[in-house]
């Protein structure tokens, strides 16, 4: 079976930056609705439809093809009688951006913390990166009328109701 729309594909990858530092490996195989459902990078998903069982995709990934370009101002400092005692770094709470709707939450990591302030920033940690993608589609399946109903998979590997 070929990928196409409405196809399960199941993949292994390794996802490194520009200068090929690994940022992550699967170990067992990822599964994902293709065909626009958002559930992988879209230069990917182009890359591998029309491909089939042992299809090998390497793809270089702008910023904007990614994560997107780093935002200077989703780095917010708060004043650290906000957070709770046993604030770190590292740690990661949901808000909004300065001025945005209450429906338009960010999570927001925590990258400094001093006695007065609390230094958190909204980023996706891979934001402003060029990444490489490399995959070997391991299975293709048909999704269920469920599944593109929801537009996610169901099962192993995705999301149960």
Do not use: W
């Not at 780093?70 to 709470?93: C, D, K, S, T, W």
């Not at 920033?121 to 990166?129: E, F, M, Q, R, Y």
Request: include cysteine; hydrophobic fraction near 35%.
């Amino acid at each position: 079976m070929r990928i196409a729309k409405d196809t399960v594909v199941s993949l292994r990858y390794e996802l490194s930056d520009a200068n090929g530092t690994l940022l992550e490996k699967t170990e067992d195989p990822v599964s994902y609705l293709h065909g626009g459902y958002d559930g992988i990078f879209p230069a990917v998903e182009e890359m591998l439809h029309g491909k089939d069982i042992g299809a090998k995709c390497e793809v270089t990934m702008e910023p904007d093809e990614a994560f997107g370009e780093y935002e200077h101002e989703l780095v917010r400092v708060e004043p650290r009688n906000l957070f709770p005692q046993e604030i770190a770094i590292g740690m990661q709470f949901e808000g909004g951006a300065e001025g945005a709707d209450d429906d338009d939450y960010l999570l927001y990591t925590v990258v400094d913390v001093t006695d007065t302030e609390v230094t958190v920033d909204g980023n996706h940690p891979l934001a402003g990166k060029t990444l490489n993608f490399v995959g070997v589609v391991t299975g293709v399946r048909a999704a269920t009328t469920e599944e593109i109903e929801h537009g996610h998979i169901h099962g192993e590997g995705g999301h149960h109701h």
